[in-house]
């Protein structure tokens, strides 16, 4: 039998793998903190509010996950992520390592890495290949994911 734990990280992700934004909010405790290299730190609803954007916007979107492991406090996982960006219509694979603390039955830590830079390659084209590594191409990324967060989350509020 799986660690409780393990059960949540798979739920997230399956509740992903079908686009169901709410399902892996009900994941998260109230007060969870989620990092990732595009959106920086992220809180509460703020970090709901992402997965949420990120469901809706997706476009010839699939998922895949693996290496799933947990315990009583943490867990890791692996996944992978096919899109098509939709400012440049160019297709993305994005690999990711997730790690995972848990309190009460809930992620209250979330932190996805990956390169940030190959990224940038798939989704930019040449200017991402050429100049993605440079933290000020990096910093635009980030403020470009936040800008669109914070208007996703304006225009959510106005419904």
Known sequence: MS???????????????????????ACYADDVVFSDPAFGELRGEEARDMWRMLVARAQDFSLTYDSVEADELNGRAHWVARYTFGQTGRTVVNRIAARFVFR????????????LWRW?????????????????????????ARKGLDLYRRRQRRT
């Not at 009460?104 to 390169?115: A, L, P, S, Y």
């Not at 940038?120 to 470009?144: D, E, S």
């Open 120 to 144: 940038a390659r798939q989704a930019l084209g040449i200017k991402g290949a050429l100049l993605g590594w440079t933290p000020f191409v990096q910093r635009a990324i980030r403020a470009q």
């Open 104 to 115: 009460e039955g809930r992620i209250v830590e979330h932190r996805d890495t990956f390169d």
């Open 3 to 25: 660690h409780p734990n393990t059960e949540l990280i798979e739920r997230f992700y399956t509740a992903f793998q079908q686009r169901d934004a709410e399902t892996m909010a």
